[in-house]
């Protein structure tokens, strides 16, 4: 099993910035790949950006530019640094990792969501 849990969502004018954290535990040497999703109210999830095991890096392209995944080396922690943040990234945030193991199918494991508000 693996275990998330997201911090540093919050109330931000448009234009500041955040930083979400996701805590990794559990058994995190099978994961594959991390990933920060989104969902907005009346819309479905979405993904904004994703780390790969060897380090390469995708987004969303609404948010490229402007938000960068990273992680620390030990790979127990996935932050999303958000810079210039607009209304329309007014979200919950779910930190996501993928888990694969020889002979299974993948796993997902999901955090709780931290709410992002971004105002006008």
């Known amino acids: 099993q693996v275990q998330l849990v997201e911090s540093g969502g919050g109330l931000v004018q448009a234009g500041g910035s955040l930083t979400l954290s996701c805590t990794v535990s559990?058994?995190?040497?099978?994961?594959?790949?991390m990933a920060w999703h989104r969902q907005a109210p009346g819309k479905q999830r979405e993904l904004v950006a994703v780390i790969a095991s060897g380090g390469s890096t995708r987004y969303a392209d609404s948010v490229k530019g402007r938000f960068t995944i990273s992680r620390t080396s030990a790979k127990d922690t996935v932050y999303l640094q958000m810079n210039n943040l607009k209304p329309e990234d007014t979200a919950v945030y779910y930190c996501n990792a993928v888990e694969l193991r020889i002979g299974e199918p993948k796993t997902d494991y999901w955090g709780q969501g931290t709410q992002v508000t971004v105002s006008s």
């Open positions: 559990g058994r995190i040497n099978n994961i594959n790949s």
